[in-house]
């Protein structure tokens, strides 16, 4: 198949903006609880809409005191965390448009999109990120006002706006139009400097109400439940806005968590108990790898395992049946399945807070194996897949017919073509207007309303999406063999010792590897072993450790002929880094600096 269109179910909305549905809410239902906030002492506390409508109206009134005016760009720089919702909700009620940063940005790079997107103000989390501004300030002339929220800048704007009337902030609010531009989201530059992508409210609202329509269902742990969500991936990210917005548009309640650190985030999934939630593959591979560990320290690795076997087995069967190509579950697989959900799946829910029952994954491939655990083990992960430009998701698997291993089918209202060459293009409302000031970029990306995605993929008989590579990421060994490295890379990451792979080989002889390892997985698999803890250089020479990297590496090797495999290998002392310039705050793989940063590694590849 080389096109799927699936209908729409939501239609592009004629009037209004993203903030209406604060103040709609809160007039029809005020005493409703629309979000949890975590307090100082660490207990939450919850937030009704008309609260929220409250804060959004004063900070709203702040912002107008200040000078921010309609259209105006304003910079938020911050983690996840409720007072970045707030601002969000307060710059579009004045017509504002929002451009985020991530908090780890780099003076640079805060200069170049400060610069390009012409921001007159800013909100900073702390004094760090405020010098960080500060250091470029003075290239930065249509820079009026910054405001740091640990120095009180919620209340500071509260006061100044005091005494403005409501009605200036409804005549502000009622000129904002689905066409008014809503945000500027800059990408995360993995082929040259970010580019800011312009997407409107009809954009957003598009695509949050056309999820909101079709898996509705799933923001459930049960029928009947209040839904709610616990979004930890970064807010500076099209994946986590639009998290956001759904859950202020379909009233789930929304807590936020600004870490993705185990040791920050479990707990408060455990306290905050989500019925569902969104995340990257990351954090699946992350608590999947955390049980396991726990596992074998309790001497319990075959159980484990065996319980592993009997999900994945039992949720295959459970695909073939939707499919109508299997009778499902044998009564036997069924009775053993029944028995490790107490024993094994019940322990692993927990972990997630014990109300999950779905969940949502993008931003990089899922592994069928993972996905189909963690389906029979309780939780069925829908895989998707978007861009900045699509205003996140364009595909996603259907709630009653998920297929393991793809990112689905076209979300409703969007068409996916197959071109020539293979590379996936994508049309529908949620499509973004172009790129901010950079016309030559945009018409490479547009192409009579289609988006033109860069990526790679395939289109099975039913219409399902399987990606399967980026097109400027294809190496051309010197012998003129094409390969697409992602899926060798995903594969070989599978093991739970490596943190990273990067596959290289283009213009070489041959296909190779630079592998780095998981910290706390190296750390638990010496243990076990009662080894010592070596100098990291020592590391990796352990002949036992590389074994277990070479036994990645001949599993992923499986999935592409002997012409297109990984020839050899070098393990790393040390992660691929945002810090050092390595990684996106995406945490995609930076290649040719990284390809730069370890030229001598990569000459030893190939003697």
Known sequence: MREFTNPPLA???????????????????????????????GTWRDVTSAEFRDEVLALAKGLLARGVRFGDRVAIMCRTRYEWTLFDFALWTVGAQVVPVYPTSSAEQVFWMLHDAEVTAAMVEHEDHAMTIGSVVDRLPLLRCLWQLDEDAVRELGEAGRDLDDEVVHRHRRAVTPDSVATVIYTSGTTGRPKGCVLTHANFMFEVDTVIRRWEPVFHSKRGDEASTLLFLPLAHVFGRMVQVAAVRGRVKLGHQPSLSAAELLPDLAAFRPTFFLAVPYIFEKVFNAARRKAEREGRTGPFDKAVEVAVKYADAMEAKAFGTGPGPSTALRMQHQLFDKLVYAKVRETMGGRVRHAMSGGSGMDRRLGLFFAGAGVTVFEGYGLTESSAAATANPPERTRYGTVGQAVPGTTVHIADDGEVWLSGPHVFQGYLNDPKATDAALHDGWLATGDLGALDEDGYLTITGRKKEILVTSGGKSVSPAQLEERVRDHPLVAQCLVVGNDRPYVAALVTLDAEAVDHWLAMRDKPRPTPADLVRDPDLETEVRRAVVAANTLVSQAESIRTFRILAHQFTEEHGLLTPSLKLKRKAI?????????????
């Not at 809160?26 to 906030?37: F, I, K, M, S, Y």
């Not at 390809?595 to 003697?607: C, I, R, S, T, W």
């Open 595 to 607: 390809e730069q940063a370890y030229a001598d590694e990569v000459a030893a590849l190939y003697p």
């Open 11 to 41: 239609s592009a909305p004629r009037v209004g903006g993203l903030a209406d549905a604060v103040f709609d809410h809160a007039l029809e239902d005020p005493v409703r609880v629309v979000l949890g906030r975590k307090g100082a002492d």
